[in-house]
């Protein structure tokens, strides 16, 4: 009788509705607000240099803006490859509703890529106009086109161009702070998940896409740079590590705090939430977000604040601090996104997920979205240059 008793109280405690056997929201949604942080991150580095005029950033500013654009043209494409019918996806900006999230992301991203295109035009409109003239065939065409067939570089004229990329960036700050706040707000809107139902989730997902954007940046530049044998500037590389640094405390001090306040205030879900953390997202949550990718860049960015070393010795870290802050934001959207699907309404079990290869969302998909904008970001250097003569000034 004992037996039979105990057999039945698991089942009680695991029991899972049918309907949350499955996570219906896979990789691709992971995948979703991942690329849109690396947009926003990008665009923080170049709106340090062009809008508040930090000199010291002036090397990455024209690279994080081609990198912002290269993933903002890629931002959609995980959704489009997660939903049934793709084809149909137009439907919400055509048939507008007030009370529709999806569709005001839609206009969202629709204005943060025109803004963003239009400050890369300006930004790059000087060099556009000397290789217009060194060009021929069609890319002489595309220069005129993509110019408007100005070839105007008077000092009035270039004046106006920096007074307008001024009030691009300025709008553009805003504009990208909202589109990865509204994807937060997209996962906190949906109360039927108590993980995700919080206020913070919009800041949390903010702070962790500058995090992850800057990383990428840093990472990408000193990647780019050593391949192609050129110097590192080494006051850019100590600025941007200052400044991840500090979106890094913010970051996981509000991820801290939304797990500190779920076991402080011990509301109805309460139980599941630890559950949920002590259990099927121990390893994935306190081993590798929080030890490892989250204790360790702490360190290793304490040891680069407080202690010298020689440029070649910084570099390094710096690129090593960043690959690892680039996989505990991917981890952390991985634990946000899957995690909370993991509980079943029933409160009283857990569901599991199991990535395949194969998979229409599975891995290798994942995968090759994201070499997708690598492929683009490629493609943008042949036609708009990384770097200039005047960013060739500190040699490592």
């Known amino acids: 009788m004992d037996a039979v008793n105990g057999t039945a109280t698991m089942l009680i405690s695991n029991y899972v509705f049918p309907n949350d056997l499955h996570v219906h929201w896979s990789m691709m949604i992971v995948l ?4 849109t942080g690396l947009v926003d991150g990008a665009f923080i580095i170049a709106a340090l240099y062009y809008l508040f005029d930090i000199k010291s950033l002036k090397p990455l500013a024209r690279f994080s803006l081609l990198f912002a654009l290269a993933f903002l043209c890629c931002a959609t494409l995980p959704l489009l490859l997660h939903l049934g019918r793709p084809e149909r996806n137009l439907n919400m900006l055509l048939t507008p509703s007030p009370s529709s999230a999806m569709a005001g992301f839609g206009y969202i991203y629709a204005v943060s890529m025109g803004v963003l295109v239009f400050i890369v035009l300006f930004v790059y409109r000087p060099d556009l106009v000397v290789l217009r ?3 021929k065939g069609l890319l002489k065409l595309l220069y005129r086109a993509i110019t408007f067939d100005s070839r105007d570089l008077s000092t009035y004229s270039l004046a106006l161009d920096r007074k307008i990329i001024r009030f691009l960036v300025g709008i553009g700050i805003p504009i990208a702070a909202v589109l990865h706040g509204y994807v937060g707000f997209i996962f906190g809107g949906v109360k039927a998940i ?4 919080t206020p913070l989730m ?3 997902f903010l702070f962790s ?5 800057i990383s990428a940046i840093i990472l990408a530049y000193i990647v780019i740079r050593k391949i192609t044998g050129r110097s590192i500037d080494s006051d850019c590389i100590k600025t941007c590590i200052k400044t991840l640094t500090l979106f890094f ?11 500190f306040s779920h076991s402080y205030l011990k509301s109805g879900y ?30 290793i960015l304490g040891v680069m604040a407080f202690f010298r070393m020689g440029r070649a010795m910084y570099h390094f870290w710096a690129a090593v601090v960043s690959a690892i802050l680039l996989l ?8 946000v996104v899957i995690g909370g699907q993991l509980m079943s309404k029933s409160a009283r079990g857990y569901t599991e997920f199991h990535p395949q290869w194969f998979d229409k969302e599975g891995i290798l998909a994942v995968i090759i979205v994201m070499a997708i904008p690598f492929m683009i970001l490629f493609v943008l250097s042949r036609i708009f240059p990384f770097w200039t003569p005047d960013n060739e000034t500190t040699v490592t």
């Not at 896409?209 to 954007?213: F, M, R």
């Not at 405390?249 to 797990?259: D, G, K, N, Q, Y």
Request: charged share 10%.
């Open 202 to 204: 919009p800041v949390i």
């Open 249 to 259: 405390i913010l970051a996981f001090a509000f991820e801290m705090l939304e797990v």
């Open 328 to 335: 505990q934001v991917l981890i952390m959207r991985w634990n």
């Open 133 to 135: 003239d060194t060009s």
């Open 32 to 35: 979703y607000p991942y690329i």
């Open 270 to 299: 309460h139980h599941m939430v630890e559950g949920l953390l002590n259990g099927p997202l121990a390893s994935s949550f306190w081993l590798w977000q929080v030890k490892i990718c989250s204790v360790i860049p702490l360190v």
């Open 209 to 213: 896409a500058c995090l992850s954007g």
């Open 194 to 197: 108590p993980t995700w139902s």
